[in-house]
């Protein structure tokens, strides 16, 4: 075979043997089958990146502080008036002339000490013959009543004698009245606000002849509102102010139990010492009653909030760092802030961010400073 021959024998095969391999198809990507791992991983990163990523909830970062816990006793402001703890207008107990005054204008008297005396000569003669009269009927019954023993006397006239005896004694009791009724005397210590008669005065009975007032203690009287009276009790503290702006401190004697009927308000009671009678009747003076004290937390206006249900309320925290709203009572709103009770002692009242969280939400505490904890709750 020439040389010709066989390159082209050579040709031929070779030719033939592309032919088949194309046919298999395995040339269209050479070492796919290593390849192909890489191209899955590739794919799944690409739809992996387009997936979107699970929500992480936000964790508010909040300011709390703990809560001091305090007696506050409310103060209520009313006012009212000063009057006498007791007065009386004395009044002539029978007619007569007044013979003697025991008192004067604007000075002081003990009790039982003499206001008046009425001349009354003729009763005093009635209290003499009522006198003798009963000695004689005492000494006809005890002589009755011996010769009643001995049988000489008939039981019918020492019935009588008993009786006459009686009626001497009633007779005597009734004239002594009558002198009694003569004179006047003062009920209770005090000052004599006035006089009405003079010595040498005919009265008439009833008439007025002095007015006495008791003035130690002075008593100041006020009226509380019906949404107050149930926090005023006897013996509470209070203070009162008076026009001429002395202070003084005394406790409620009295509360009335029925309010006025026209202001639906119930009288208050305060006693004030007033041992050398400064204080006169008939001051205007401005009262401060104080509640029975409870635990309560004084709070800034700023932290109070209110939940879908329209209860007011604080945002709190507790040691597992969720925040809850806690329902609170506020008993006064004062210059300071707000008093409230109900505050939870064991969790931390959150002073800032409150507005930014809900119940149950995780949270982030951030610690303040003393000075900026007080500062908080101003």
């Known amino acids: 075979m020439s040389f010709f021959t066989a390159h082209?024998?050579?040709?031929?095969v070779v030719l033939?043997?592309?032919?088949?391999?194309?046919?298999t198809g395995e040339f269209s990507?050479?070492?796919?089958?290593?390849?192909?791992?890489?191209?899955?991983?590739?794919?799944?990163?690409?739809?992996?990146?387009?997936?979107?990523?699970?929500?992480?909830?936000?964790q508010r970062t909040v300011a709390a502080v703990v809560?001091?816990?305090?007696?506050?006793?409310?103060?209520?402001?009313?006012?009212g008036a000063t009057e006498a703890d007791k007065q009386a207008v004395l009044a002539a107990r029978a007619a007569g002339i007044v013979h003697e005054l025991g008192v004067k204008q604007g000075g002081e008297i003990a009790a039982d000490a003499l206001v008046v005396r009425l001349e009354g000569s003729e009763v005093l003669a009635g209290v003499e013959t009522a006198q003798a009269a009963l000695e004689q009927a005492t000494e006809e019954l005890r002589v009755g009543q011996t010769l009643y023993d001995r049988g000489s006397l008939p039981e019918l006239e020492l019935i009588s004698r008993r009786a006459r005896k009686a009626a001497a004694q009633a007779a005597l009791s009734e004239a002594r009245a009558a002198e009694d009724r003569l004179l006047l005397k003062a009920p209770f210590a005090g000052t004599v606000d006035t006089v009405d008669v003079e010595v040498g005065e005919w009265v008439q009975a009833g008439a007025a002849i002095a007015t006495i007032l008791a003035l130690d203690p002075i008593v100041v009287k006020a009226e509380v509102s019906e949404r107050d009276v149930a926090f005023v009790s006897i013996g509470s503290k209070a203070k009162v102010r008076l026009v001429d702006g002395a202070e003084l401190e005394g406790a409620v004697r009295h509360v009335s139990a029925q309010a006025s009927a026209a202001t639906r308000t119930f009288e208050v009671e305060v006693a004030l010492p007033?041992?050398?009678?400064a204080i006169p009747a008939g001051m205007t003076a401005e009262v401060r009653l104080y509640t029975a004290p409870v635990p309560a937390v004084l709070v800034p206006r700023s932290i109070i909030t209110i939940n879908e249900d329209g209860v007011i309320g604080l945002r709190v925290v507790?040691?597992?760092?969720?925040?809850?709203?806690?329902?609170?009572?506020?008993?006064?709103?004062?210059?300071?802030?707000?008093?409230?009770?109900?505050?939870?002692?064991?969790?931390?009242v959150i002073v800032a961010g409150q507005d930014l969280v809900t119940d149950g939400d995780v949270v982030t505490v951030s610690e303040l400073t003393p000075a900026q904890a007080a500062e908080a709750m101003k």
């Open 8 to 12: 082209r024998v050579t040709a031929i």
């Open 16 to 23: 033939v043997a592309a032919a088949a391999w194309v046919a």
């Open 29 to 58: 990507a050479v070492g796919s089958e290593e390849a192909k791992p890489d191209a899955d991983v590739a794919g799944q990163s690409a739809e992996a990146a387009e997936a979107p990523e699970a929500a992480v909830p936000v």
């Open 67 to 79: 809560p001091t816990i305090i007696d506050y006793a409310r103060e209520i402001r009313v006012s």
């Open 274 to 277: 007033n041992a050398d009678h």
């Open 318 to 348: 507790g040691a597992d760092s969720k925040a809850e709203f806690a329902p609170v009572t506020v008993i006064d709103d004062g210059e300071a802030g707000m008093v409230v009770t109900g505050v939870p002692k064991d969790k931390k």
